[in-house]
């Protein structure tokens, strides 16, 4: 899901895919190595934690604390984030097998 958020968002948002590649930065990717397309920016300590932690909103915008994410992790962290129980995503190799 595509939220406006304004023109600053915009340049941060562009900043943080530039900085890491386009390569998806969760943990999950990089605890499996594996190797997926960002297109979305997260906030790596959510909103809501950082609010509750008496960040900033400099700090919980900074770009230290975004980080590149595709859509199904994206997904994936948030509903983690929310204590929800989730199911993986299986990925499918070249041959057609799935990715252990």
Same mark, same amino acid.
């Given at each position: ?8 968002? =915009? ?8 900085? =890491? %590649? ?31 932690? %008496? ?16 859509? =199904? ?19 499918? %190799?070249? =041959? ?5």
């Amino acid at each position: 899901m595509l939220r406006a958020y304004g023109a600053a968002w =915009d340049k941060v948002r562009k900043l943080v895919l530039e900085r =890491d %590649g386009n390569v998806c930065q969760c943990r999950h990717c990089k605890a499996e190595n594996r190797t997926t397309i960002a297109t979305e920016v997260d906030h790596i300590v959510s909103r809501a934690t950082a609010q509750s932690l %008496g960040w900033s909103k400099a700090r919980t915008e900074h770009p230290n604390n975004l980080q590149a994410i595709n859509t =199904d992790c994206h997904a994936r962290k948030t509903q983690e984030e929310q204590g929800k129980t989730v199911k993986p995503k299986r990925y499918i %190799g070249l =041959d057609g097998f799935p990715i252990v």
